[in-house]
Structure formats: structure tokens, C-alpha cells
């Protein structure tokens, strides 16, 4: 299946999020953050619809290393697509001024105690991507249309929950696992014109932190 970086395709998905029955946390007590499902074009010229991905520093406190997508806390007063859209910009420097928002997903509760709500955003450009050294270690481009591969999604079981751990593929020998890969699962899938939940998907043990 293909997702060509188009007006057509920004179109089509910006009213599936309108119609999208999202579902929401943020009353139920879980502290509030953001992330950023930020499609731009592909860098291989295939004219396709792709992701940014980072790997976090070395040196954050919190999951040093790991795949993320861009985020963090909302502040006092901010809107989950505020807090989602500045980030972008401290982690990634692309201005928030750059990004058109286009909807919301599902909230997603993490082990840590946050109910993150995924922001999609179109970015016409990335020229200005400049990572912040203090945060990001890289960037990344990954492919939308990747996702729908039989061998891209898969979900595994452990002991310690009676629910499933998703992993995703994104490159060949590299996986990811919620929450990252939980919302950009549920992106994938309404691109594709699916509404599927993944409230239910458990991260690996080494996240619940």
C-alpha cells in the first residue's frame, strides 16, 4: 500500500482523524504529555509519506538510547498539540510555525504514569532540522507504507502481563515497542483506513519506568 507525500493523501488522512472516535485520558488522573507523529516526505525519493524518529541522548536520565518519538510534558496551560508542536521544535529545531496539524490519536497510559496523546503533523519541509545534541543523538526518516509489510508488525507475550508487547520493525535488525510503537501502529493503521485500539498493547519490561 502506498501513502505518497501529497495533497491528496494529507487531505484523506486529516478527515479520517476528524472522523476518527478518539479516545481520551486526560480526565482520569494520569499526568498529561505529547508526542509528535511528524510525516514529512521520504529521503530516498520515492516520494512517499515518512516519520520522524529519534534516538534520545546518551546522557538523558530517562531512557537513554531508546527510540522516541519527539515529545515530552505539557506544560501548565498548554494544549496537548502545543506541547507536541514545541517540542518539535526544542528537540528537532523545526519551527512550530512549519507544522500543520492535522488531528489526534487515541491517548496512550504509560507505565510511567502519563497519558500521552500522539499530535499528527505535516511538515511541508526539513530543512531546518537541526537535532538538539542535548536531547537527540539522530534523526530519522522511516517510511509509513514500511508498516504494512507481513513481517513489520508482530506481537510477543511475557510473563509479567496478560497483555501483548508490539514491535515494530522500522529498518532491517531494528525494532521498536510501545508506547512509540503503539501510536505509530494506530497511525499506520488509519492510514490504511482502519481504526484499531491499541490501548491493550504492553511495553517491554525495561520501559515500565
Sequence with gaps: MSF??????????AQRLADFPRLSHADEGPRR???VLALTAADDGSGETSFLLTRRASGLRAHPGQ???PGGRCDPGETEAEAGLR???EELGLPRTSAEVLGVLDDYVTRSGYAMTPVVA????????????QEVASAHVIRLDGL???DAVSFLTIPESPRPVIRLRIAPGSHIHAPTAAVIYQLSELAAGRVTRVADLEQPVFAWR
Excluded at 505518497?4 to 488522512?13: G, Q, S, W, Y
Excluded at 505535516?122 to 545534541?133: G, H, K, S, V, Y
Design 4 to 13: 505518497p507525500f501529497a495533497a491528496a493523501f494529507r487531505e484523506t488522512l
Design 33 to 35: 504529555a505529547a508526542v
Design 67 to 69: 527510540w522516541a518519538l
Design 87 to 89: 517540542e518539535l521544535e
Design 122 to 133: 505535516w511538515l511541508a519541509e526539513t530543512a531546518a532540522l537541526a537535532p538538539n545534541p
Design 148 to 150: 504494512q509489510a507481513p
